[in-house]
């Protein structure tokens, strides 16, 4: 008998009582069917892995995932906050490839590679002409062995040739961190991972040592680590979690018991095969930083899972004003089971519950997360803070203090799609010797902007120039620095000039009036 009929005469016979058996018998017989008889031959793990098995899992919830060989290798990686490359940060558009910013002990740091460096061949093949996605092919083809580029520093005009060997880069978590001015400290941290703690602990001595009289706008980044349990200096610290999707929930604790005294409440964790757990902040070894002072925590619509997490302890213990606008609303649980050495499952398998007993997961149409059953989530109403604040219950954390976004307009939209702040800050910089870190552009350097704009075909109608002269300075002077100075420069001056941020160090005046307890209804 050949493979196709032992398969076929196997799933004939299913175990009759039990549901698995029975499913999998019949998918079984429906590979086999097709298999034998589809107009080309049929690759099993597109059919099987990449259709039947997604596709059921899509279903479920949005959140339940199947990972294949490459993608089990990258979720491994992103658990290690590792990945293999040469620890450049490119800035890609037609033709061009600019270096932004190089790791610390990266091969590319270590091969004299820094910010403005323009890359112009990859192992013999040349960049200019290229188009987007075959600049993209490159470079990604490039990543997998030692490489050897074409390269031209800022100021000169001739390529040298850099060689390079692929290695482990570290990928940090805690990605900007400096003092938005005197005594006012800033961490942003773009998810929760295993070393996060430790990141915030370091993030917390540097802002520290920056001390409260440094400058407005000081850079500790490359600062020495440093023990002890307080930052002492501080008074006051933005946590900004936007854009951040979550991540580890022990590394969520970890940063929860840096903020909370220990013992309290941070999360239940409830799902079908597991008892209930509560989580609690612990007391940490006297190596790591803790902060007690005046908290602003920046959340958005990007904000979710472990991070929504954090900011609803720190929002329910009422030790931090939430500020931004309302969070995604993520409140399940993935656990990940390795199936093989190259494949594994992401599955939804418990929920979680924040101090007050809310629910933070929202509804999702379609999917078995559509309606929350309220026995199972808590979500009835009345849920309040430990002094007394009300909690909204819609799902997601609902901030205490909404700021909205920068809006933005089609025209900057087209501006930054066409990547024309980068290109012309590069123009700029080859035109000009100097440009000190206290640059600012003026009235000549949007002249010069809108007559690069024109050269290139693009028209700046007055009704969006005029409008649009702080956000134009802003976008100029935050490339310009990228390429001159780093990338951590240029993240720095684009979030002192972000208006969510600004408007987030304006309450911390505010701080006691927003975390007053409201009165509860007389019964």
Request: charged share 20%.
């Amino acid at each position: 008998m050949n493979q196709k009929s032992e398969v076929a005469s196997s799933a004939a016979n299913p175990t009759a009582d039990d549901p698995v058996a029975r499913g999998a018998a019949e998918v079984a017989r429906v590979y086999a069917a097709v298999e034998a008889n589809y107009l080309t031959p049929v690759d099993p793990d597109q059919t099987l892995l990449d259709g039947a098995i997604r596709q059921a899992l899509a279903t479920l919830d949005p959140f339940s995932s199947f990972f294949d060989r490459d993608q089990f290798r990258q979720l491994q990686e992103q658990v290690r906050g590792q990945a293999l490359g040469f620890g450049s940060i490119l800035y890609v558009s037609p033709g061009k490839v600019l270096v932004i910013e190089t790791a610390q002990g990266s091969p590319s740091e270590r091969a004299g590679m820094g910010p403005g460096d323009e890359i112009v061949e990859v192992n013999g093949t040349r960049l200019a002409g290229l188009d987007i996605q075959s600049l993209i092919e490159v470079l990604q083809k490039a990543r997998g062995g030692p490489v050897r580029l074409g390269v031209v520093h800022p100021g000169r005009f001739v390529s040298q040739e850099v060689r390079l060997n692929p290695a482990e880069v570290a990928l940090p978590t805690a990605d900007k961190v400096f003092l938005l001015k005197p005594g006012i400290g800033y961490v942003h941290l773009t998810g929760f991972e295993s070393k996060t703690p430790q990141e915030l602990s370091d993030a917390l001595a540097k802002l520290s040592e920056a001390g409260a009289t440094a400058a407005p706008g000081t850079s500790i980044a490359g600062q020495a680590r440093a023990g002890g349990s307080k930052a002492g200096s501080l008074q006051g610290l933005i946590l900004d979690l936007r854009g951040n999707h979550g991540g580890e929930v022990d590394a969520a604790l970890g940063v929860t018991s840096m903020l909370l005294p220990p013992g309290l409440s941070v999360l239940t964790i409830r799902g079908r095969v597991q008892a209930p757990q509560t989580m609690r902040t612990v007391a940490l070894p006297a190596a790591y930083r803790t902060y007690r002072g005046p908290l602003v925590v920046l959340v958005n619509g990007e904000t979710a899972s472990a991070a929504e997490v954090v900011a609803a302890a720190l929002e329910e213990h009422d030790r931090a004003v939430i500020a931004g606008e309302p969070t995604f609303g993520k409140g399940v649980v993935q656990s990940v089971m390795p199936l093989s050495d190259s494949m594994a499952l992401a599955l939804t398998t418990a929920q979680y519950f924040t101090p007050s007993g809310r629910s933070i997961q929202r509804p999702i149409p379609g999917t078995s997360l559509a309606a929350m059953d309220p026995s199972r989530t808590g979500q009835t109403s009345g849920f309040r803070t430990d002094d007394g604040r009300g909690l909204a219950t819609s799902g997601g954390v609902t901030p205490d203090a909404i700021i909205p976004a920068r809006p933005t307009d089609p025209w900057l939209g087209f501006l930054d799609q066409r990547g024309a702040f980068t290109d012309f800050a590069s123009e700029y910089r080859g035109t000009h010797a100097q440009i000190p870190r206290s640059f600012q552009p003026d009235a000549q350097t949007l002249s010069d902007f809108r007559a690069y704009l024109r050269r290139g075909g693009v028209l700046s109608p007055d009704e969006y120039w005029d409008h649009d002269q702080d956000y134009l300075k802003l976008r100029i002077r935050t490339e310009l620095m990228n390429l001159v100075y780093g990338l951590k420069v240029g993240d720095q001056v684009a979030t002192e000039g972000d208006p969510q941020v600004q408007g987030a160090a304006d309450l911390f005046s505010r701080i006691q009036e927003l975390l007053k307890p409201a009165p509860l209804p007389s019964s």
